[in-house]
């Protein structure tokens, strides 16, 4: 089964091809530098680059897995959720494509890609900016290794906690009632000053800062829900720096300030995750979305499952950001479970929850 997929949630275009499991190539053209200008995706901007890139960026993914259109089996695309200008484009896209080859169509949730994502095994680091083709691989036989698991997605629109208890069926345990984790890390660092994405900016900054040098509130910490809420953090940073403003003019300050800001919301992330392992009685943690790049978080998870006797499993870093290869793989996953098609005419769903 060949399956060409396509992403286009957000501000990153990518395509990818996947092969019985295997990733036989991944593009994604990334807008980050045309945003940085306005600190922040302008939704307009993103779909006109969609539309510019989709093209390219297919023919790209085709070439490098050396295959040609009529050689695939069917087709998919992020349906939801996402900026509704930028599914679109995708979406509408992908279904053309489909139509015009007579295969079949799949829209995908895009957190239901990240939640199954820890589970693609990359044989090494695929390049995201060359059209060339890696080596990546998904172990051939996944439902082998799967195991019940308790997942945290966690991006800069969305923080999940779902349980998993068995492939394609899983329950949303909590989630974001505010502000995300991602949007605190990239708030606080528009506060301080730094360039968008500011979330990979305060992890290298932090990596030389003190976390204990300043105490941030840990919103819900000890809420027995699985709920997350980030705001009360994003606006107790704004306070101390409004009330500390030379703070900005000392680098090792501010260093220590990222340093505390990335603990407090790690804090939170790590025990909320692990409580809700222990009280559903799993045995397997993973993790996924574009924050669980996060080297903070990547490693006290890994501490702190190995404290608690849990397996660990992290989404490649390469697969935490927005990507069409774990599009594809859900998709064919769906088509061997033989999920029904929906008609080829149906729409984005932009706020399409995860069940």
């Known amino acids: 089964m060949t399956i060409l997929a396509f992403e286009t949630s957000c501000d990153e275009t990518s395509a990818a091809v996947v092969r019985d499991g295997r990733i036989l190539s991944n593009v994604v053209s990334s807008q980050i530098k045309l945003h940085q200008e306005y600190g922040g995706v302008v939704p ?13 960026v297919a023919q790209a993914a085709l070439r490098a897995a050396g295959i040609s259109p009529a050689q695939l089996d069917a087709v998919a695309a992020t ?11 995708g979406y509408k896209a992908a279904q053309a494509v489909a139509f015009a080859l007579n295969k079949p169509f799949l829209g995908i949730n895009h957190h239901e890609a990240h939640l199954y994502s820890p589970w693609i095994e990359m044989s090494r680091e695929p390049s995201v900016e060359s059209p060339g083709p890696d080596s990546s691989t998904l172990n051939p036989q996944p439902s082998t290794n799967f195991q019940p698991n308790v997942s945290l997605i966690v991006s800069g629109g969305h923080t999940l906690l779902v349980l998993v208890e ?3 069926h899983h329950r949303v345990l909590g989630g974001t009632i505010d502000d995300a984790a991602g949007e605190c890390f990239d708030k606080t ?3 301080i000053g730094l360039a968008y994405p500011a979330g990979p900016l305060i992890d290298q900054l932090a990596e030389q800062g003190n976390p204990s040098a300043y105490d941030f509130p840990r919103p819900l910490i000890h809420d027995a829900s699985d709920d997350f809420s980030f705001s009360g953090l994003k606006t107790s940073v704004r306070y101390f720096i409004r009330d500390h403003p030379a703070l900005l003019d000392d680098p090792q300050k501010v260093r220590d300030l990222c340093a505390s800001v990335q603990a407090a919301i ?4 790590v025990k909320k995750t692990i409580r809700a392992a222990k009280r559903t009685g799993v045995r397997c943690v993973t993790a996924s979305g574009g924050v669980t790049c996060n080297r903070a978080l990547r490693s006290e998870l890994s501490r702190a499952c190995r404290q608690n006797g849990l397996t660990l499993r992290l989404a490649d870093k390469s697969l935490c950001t927005d990507n069409a290869t774990m599009i594809g793989i859900l998709a064919e996953r769906k088509l061997l479970a033989r999920v029904p098609l929906p008609p080829l005419d149906e729409e984005i769903k932009p706020g399409w929850a995860l069940a």
């Open 266 to 269: 790690v804090e939170v992330l």
């Open 189 to 191: 660092g528009k506060l």
């Open 166 to 168: 068995s492939e394609l």
């Open 79 to 89: 349906q939801g959720p996402g900026l509704a200008i930028a599914l679109l484009v």
């Open 44 to 56: 307009e901007l993103a779909a006109r680059e969609h539309l510019k890139n989709f093209l390219p």
